[in-house]
């Protein structure tokens, strides 16, 4: 029988590596008009776009990112202050729903 691969990736706020389902997924989507450009939270992990990945239990990470620029650098790209309160309102939410 085979060993089924894990999926890993790297937190951009803590630094860690966790498996992909410990992580919530930071999405930029592609500048065209179907899809507008924006950056959102991607709690299915199958939006099309540029991901980032945080850890899905604290908003400390986010902090982290967004005082590193890591987020910016990330998707190329300023993000306004309000996109960075909007996808901390989502992540608390989703965390709620998961408790």
Not at 38 to 65: F, H, M, Q, W
Not at 74 to 90: D, H, M, N, R, T
């Amino acid at each position: 029988m085979r060993i089924k691969k894990v999926p890993m990736r790297k937190c951009t706020g803590c630094g860690e590596m966790k498996e992909k389902r410990q992580l919530v997924r930071i999405v930029k989507a592609p500048d065209n008009e179907a899809f507008q450009g924006g950056i959102s939270v991607d709690l299915t992990g199958k939006k099309p776009g540029r991901g980032a990945y945080i850890c899905n239990d604290s908003l400390e990470c986010l902090k982290k990112a967004k005082k590193a620029g890591r987020l910016e650098r990330a998707f190329s790209c300023k993000i306004p202050e309000e996109v960075y309160e909007g996808l901390a309102q989502e992540i608390s939410a989703a965390a709620q729903k998961q408790s």
